[in-house]
């Protein structure tokens, strides 16, 4: 936990201080007002318009129903909203026609202003992170294992606070990602902070792609950008003695670590902390990187956006450096950039083409995650038409 920052507020006639947590990095409020449960959700909502930040005095319970409160004031226009948008429809002919870029970019703004009114409702906990408000629960092991320990008390938003809780039961409870051998489930447990595994097409192409020949002579794979450990999982699985995988992040690092102990294959895989691609080179390297084009404003949204494409490019222009001969790397990437007009398909293959690489083949498949029915989204549009592929690459 970053313990450089405070937040402060007037309380009793005494200002008050506490260490101040965000994973998103937000900074620490400088409007702050306590609150119980005599504060009405409609005052509650214009206070958090307003960028004053509320830390919680109530009971417990109650301080959930208000931020639910909260959700259904964002996401259902007011009365006032939609007379603005029936007058917009009648003109919207004199309106130029919003690009699929245009649409994200709104869609993205959305999302931060949601995220920026939502997160105005304050937890404080204790140094040994409990919480000492009425119905509280005992949320102490899964804070303890999200920000580690510590020795005085903090301040988070109800919101990431209850993000921590529902990575700690997807922990404890694991995720289902392939069968063994006995047709038994084998899962693995991503941590606070990393990025789940729920995409389940990318561990099917893994799952089923052709090995290259090349590794009956050379048993070695990477994996870069670990995350959980998934992807060298399901390659340690299908019989590849070797697998190195790296990553930058030290949640992940230690997620797949302890992941692939669980599952008893530290003899098969090695886990190195290197920006990309570990020394050597290898049969075969598999990558799964971020597929949107974009800054994020979160940790965890490091593991879907990538600024200006930098992992993907460095990907591909460090495979001649890392890959054997007449050997295969595979890409699973999403096109879901191209819909979004963030990409295009010609600026993908120029740079696998600068890259000194060549296609080898394409796996395609479609994704079946629960945004794809959902009309009433911004980006129905281009989740509706997205394809996940497994590129197949080698070097010219």
Same mark, same amino acid.
């Given at each position: $936990?970053?313990?450089?920052?405070?937040?402060?507020?007037?309380?009793?006639?005494?200002?008050?201080?506490?260490?101040?947590?965000?994973?998103?990095?937000?900074?620490?409020?400088?409007?702050?007002?306590?609150?119980?449960?005599?504060?009405?959700?409609?005052?509650?909502?214009?206070?958090?318009?307003?960028?004053?930040?509320?830390?919680?005095?109530?009971?417990?319970?109650?301080?959930?129903?208000? +931020?639910?409160?909260?959700?259904?004031? @964002?996401?259902?226009?007011?009365?006032?909203?939609?007379?603005?948008?029936?007058?917009?429809?009648?003109?919207?002919?004199?309106?130029?026609?919003?690009?699929?870029?245009?649409?994200?970019?709104?869609?993205?703004? /959305?999302?931060?202003?949601?995220?920026?009114?939502?997160? $105005?409702?304050?937890?404080?906990?204790?140094?040994?992170?409990?919480?000492?408000?009425?119905?509280?629960?005992?949320?102490?092991?899964?804070?303890?294992?999200?920000?580690?320990?510590?020795?005085?008390?903090?301040?988070?938003? &109800?919101?990431?606070?209850?993000?921590?809780?529902?990575?700690?039961?997807?922990?404890?409870?694991?995720?289902?990602?392939?069968?063994?051998?006995?047709?038994?489930?084998?899962?693995?447990? #991503?941590?606070?902070?990393?990025?789940?595994?729920?995409?389940?097409?990318?561990?099917?192409?893994?799952?089923?792609?052709?090995?290259?020949? /090349? &590794?009956?002579?050379?048993? $070695?794979?990477?994996?870069?950008?670990?995350?959980?450990?998934?992807?060298?999982?399901? +390659?340690?699985?299908?019989?590849?003695?070797?697998?190195?995988?790296?990553?930058?992040?030290?949640?992940?690092?230690?997620?797949?670590?302890?992941?692939?102990?669980?599952?008893?294959?530290? &003899?098969?895989?090695?886990?190195?902390?290197?920006?990309?691609?570990?020394?050597?080179?290898?049969?075969?390297?598999?990558?799964?990187?971020?597929?949107?084009?974009?800054?994020?404003?979160?940790?965890?949204?490091?593991?879907?956006?990538?600024?200006?494409?930098?992992?993907?490019?460095?990907?591909?222009?460090?495979?001649?450096?890392?890959?054997?001969?007449?050997?295969?790397?595979?890409? @699973?990437?999403?096109?879901?950039?191209?819909?979004?007009?963030?990409?295009?398909?010609?600026?993908?293959?120029?740079?696998?083409?600068?890259?000194?690489?060549?296609?080898?083949?394409?796996?395609?498949? !479609?994704?079946?995650? #629960?945004?794809?029915?959902?009309?009433? !989204?911004?980006?129905?549009?281009?989740?509706?038409?997205?394809?996940?592929? +497994?590129?197949?690459?080698?070097?010219?």
């Amino acid at each position: $936990m970053n313990q450089s920052d405070f937040i402060r507020w007037e309380e009793g006639g005494q200002t008050c201080s506490a260490i101040w947590h965000s994973e998103n990095g937000i900074v620490p409020h400088k409007k702050v007002v306590t609150a119980d449960d005599t504060l009405t959700a409609d005052d509650a909502y214009h206070l958090a318009c307003e960028s004053t930040a509320i830390i919680w005095r109530g009971d417990f319970q109650d301080a959930r129903q208000l +931020l639910q409160a909260l959700v259904r004031r @964002i996401d259902k226009p007011s009365k006032k909203s939609k007379r603005a948008g029936k007058r917009v429809d009648k003109s919207v002919e004199a309106t130029p026609k919003k690009t699929a870029k245009d649409i994200f970019n709104q869609h993205r703004l /959305a999302q931060s202003q949601r995220a920026r009114i939502l997160g $105005m409702l304050l937890i404080q906990c204790n140094p040994d992170h409990t919480i000492s408000l009425r119905r509280a629960p005992y949320f102490s092991q899964a804070c303890r294992e999200a920000y580690g320990a510590v020795t005085q008390s903090y301040v988070v938003s &109800l919101r990431e606070l209850l993000g921590v809780v529902s990575a700690y039961e997807w922990r404890k409870n694991g995720l289902p990602i392939l069968a063994d051998e006995n047709g038994e489930p084998v899962f693995v447990h #991503p941590d606070y902070g990393v990025f789940s595994p729920v995409r389940g097409e990318c561990i099917e192409l893994v799952c089923n792609a052709p090995l290259p020949e /090349a &590794l009956d002579a050379d048993s $070695m794979a990477f994996d870069v950008g670990v995350g959980t450990g998934v992807l060298s999982i399901i +390659l340690a699985m299908r019989g590849i003695q070797k697998i190195i995988a790296t990553d930058q992040d030290d949640r992940a690092l230690a997620c797949a670590k302890e992941n692939i102990a669980l599952l008893n294959l530290g &003899l098969q895989i090695e886990i190195v902390k290197v920006n990309l691609f570990p020394a050597g080179k290898a049969s075969l390297i598999v990558c799964n990187p971020p597929w949107v084009p974009a800054r994020p404003s979160s940790t965890l949204e490091h593991a879907v956006y990538d600024p200006e494409s930098y992992m993907l490019k460095g990907f591909l222009a460090g495979l001649k450096d890392h890959l054997s001969p007449k050997c295969e790397a595979w890409l @699973i990437l999403s096109d879901l950039a191209e819909h979004l007009e963030l990409r295009t398909r010609q600026e993908l293959l120029s740079w696998i083409e600068a890259a000194g690489l060549i296609v080898l083949g394409r796996i395609d498949t !479609k994704p079946k995650h #629960p945004k794809l029915g959902d009309e009433t !989204k911004l980006l129905y549009f281009a989740r509706a038409a997205e394809t996940t592929s +497994l590129w197949r690459l080698s070097i010219k």
